[in-house]
């Protein structure tokens, strides 16, 4: 399964299919912190938010590089639960190079104040940013060619969910759990202090939770569309 992981990112990365989502990432860092510095909490906070349509983008086009044809062999070849997992697993570590990177952005921008609260400020901001990762992979998943068939419903269900996200994510919203908790995380970090235990403990179990449900599904639906 390993060698397919390689191949699937391989074919991501030499195919050129990494530059439209590597360019949309240094817009989104490059808006965020060059207005100037913010505390590290508030920063990541709203980085990782903002980065979650970019990681749900990327992570369809991970897997909507390999051919039909060629992913039918290789569910072949390796099974399908195997083969499945393999390009979630190349979703993932590439969503979290992205993430890497965008811990590591706001220093080169000089948009973090240096004060006494900055190490759980980057803390909690790497927090953000894990907890964006699977529900931005599944998505990615649910919205991709072996899903939705065809390139325009790809693209009409990675909107959609996108838009529900942030209508869905605002304070207040009538049903907020029907979406991962992006914007929650971060309206949480916005604040002067960081948020108690228990608040974390809700945002990790709704993300994890969350997560696993599209999962579920997305696995549901392959073995339904094989």
Not at 19 to 40: C, E, K, N, Q, T
Not at 81 to 87: D, T, V
Not at 113 to 132: I, N, Q
């Amino acid at each position: 399964m390993s060698a397919l992981v390689r191949m699937r990112l391989a074919g991501f990365l030499r195919g050129g299919r990494i530059l439209a989502p590597a360019i949309a990432v240094l817009i989104v860092l490059g808006v965020i912190y060059g207005g100037g510095a913010s505390p590290a909490a508030v920063a990541y906070g709203y980085s990782a938010a903002a980065l979650f349509p970019v990681l749900a983008w990327q992570s369809k086009l991970l897997l909507d590089t390999e051919p039909d044809g060629q992913r039918r062999l290789a569910r072949v070849a390796v099974g399908g639960r195997r083969e499945a997992l393999a390009g979630v697993s190349a979703a993932t570590l590439l969503a979290l190079l992205v993430c890497a990177l965008a811990m590591v952005a706001p220093w080169l921008f000089r948009g973090i104040e240096t004060d006494k609260a900055v190490v759980s400020g980057v803390l909690l901001g790497l927090l953000a940013h894990v907890l964006a990762v699977p529900p931005a992979v599944a998505l990615g998943a649910l919205a991709s060619r072996a899903i939705t068939r065809g390139v325009r419903n790809g693209i009409a269900v990675l909107v959609t969910a996108v838009i529900l996200v942030v209508v869905l994510g605002l304070q207040g919203s009538f049903a907020p759990w029907l979406v991962p908790p992006v914007m929650a995380t971060a309206r949480a970090l916005n604040d002067a202090t960081p948020p108690p235990a228990a608040t974390l403990a809700v945002l990790i179990g709704w993300a994890v939770l969350w997560a696993v449900v599209a999962f579920g599904t997305y696995a549901r639906l392959r073995r339904l569309r094989t």
